[in-house]
Nanobody, 126 residues
Framework: QVQLVESGGGLVQAGGSLRLSCAAS????????MGWFRQAPGNPGKEREF???????????TYADSVKGRFTISRDNAKNTVYLQMNSLKPEDTAVYYC????????????????WGQGTQVTVSS
């Protein structure tokens, strides 16, 4: 199993930047595929929206069209940490951002990930 803890969220003006971190604990945490998802306020029943994903070795990354060119996912397996660098933020990026992990599955479908963090709030003001 793996435990995930997100950090780095906050309030930022449109056009600004934030870097989210996801610290993974567990003996084999570095061997998990990782993803970032988000859920906008006022839509608790809506499924979590895919943002970005990275393979366990870091060699393969995938992004949602809405964040391509603005967000970058990366990982440091020596620190068991995955990052999401978010630049040129827009008000529509406002959401709770969740880190997710899975030993075998990867990609954009939230139901493929078995492990989730508690989320970190990102608010972008206009």
């Amino acid at each position: 199993q793996v435990q995930l803890v997100e950090s780095g969220g906050g309030l930022v003006q449109a056009g600004g930047s934030l870097r989210l971190s996801c610290a993974a604990s567990g003996r084999t945490a570095s061997s998990y595929n990782m993803g970032w998802f988000r859920q906008a306020p006022g839509n608790p029943g809506k499924e979590r929206e895919f943002v970005a994903a990275i393979s366990w070795g870091g060699g393969s990354t995938t992004y949602a069209d809405s964040v391509k060119g603005r967000f970058t996912i990366s990982r440091d397996n020596a620190k068991n940490t995955v990052y999401l660098q978010m630049n040129s933020l827009k008000p529509e990026d406002t959401a709770v951002y969740y880190c997710a992990a899975d030993r075998y599955s990867r990609g954009s479908a939230y139901y493929n990930y078995n492990y989730w963090g508690q989320g970190t709030q990102v608010t972008v003001s206009s």
